[in-house]
């Protein structure tokens, strides 16, 4: 029901754009979160927005280079992310839940990963 793309290799400084569609969900009643998990460490919150936009969250790691946006006629979420560091590498993922948060227990949907590597 989700699924994410536009992972891929990037210089450190560089950007992406992750997508997340979505289908079987009444879209706009959900918030759309993004997380992200580096090899041999924990699944870790990135950014989330709520149904129809008007509240967004970031992670610490994420503020002033990330940015997230959701186009509920095409059932999809954008992270936009510039800036990008070394660390950020990671398979990130989009999840769906009725209420926007940071702990990923709490959403209810996921969707297969996409591979983001950001090289020095």
């Known amino acids: 029901q989700l699924q994410a793309s536009g992972g891929g290799l990037v210089q450190a400084g560089g950007s992406l754009r992750l997508s997340c569609a979505a289908s079987?969900?009444?879209?706009?009643?959900?918030?759309i979160g993004w997380f992200r998990q580096a090899p041999g460490k924990e699944r870790e919150f990135v950014a989330a927005?709520?149904?129809?936009?008007?509240?967004?969250r970031f992670a610490v790691s994420a503020r002033g280079r990330f940015t997230i946006s959701r186009d509920n006629a095409k059932n999809t979420v954008y992270l936009q992310m510039n800036s990008l560091r070394p660390e950020d590498t990671a398979v990130y993922h989009c999840?769906?839940?009725?209420?926007?948060?940071?702990?990923?227990?709490?959403?209810?949907?996921w969707g297969q990963g996409t591979l983001v590597t950001v090289s020095s």
């Open positions: 999840a769906a839940d009725r209420k926007i948060g940071a702990d990923p227990e709490g959403y209810d949907y």
């Open positions: 927005i709520s149904g129809y936009g008007f509240t967004t």
């Open positions: 079987g969900l009444t879209f706009s009643t959900y918030t």
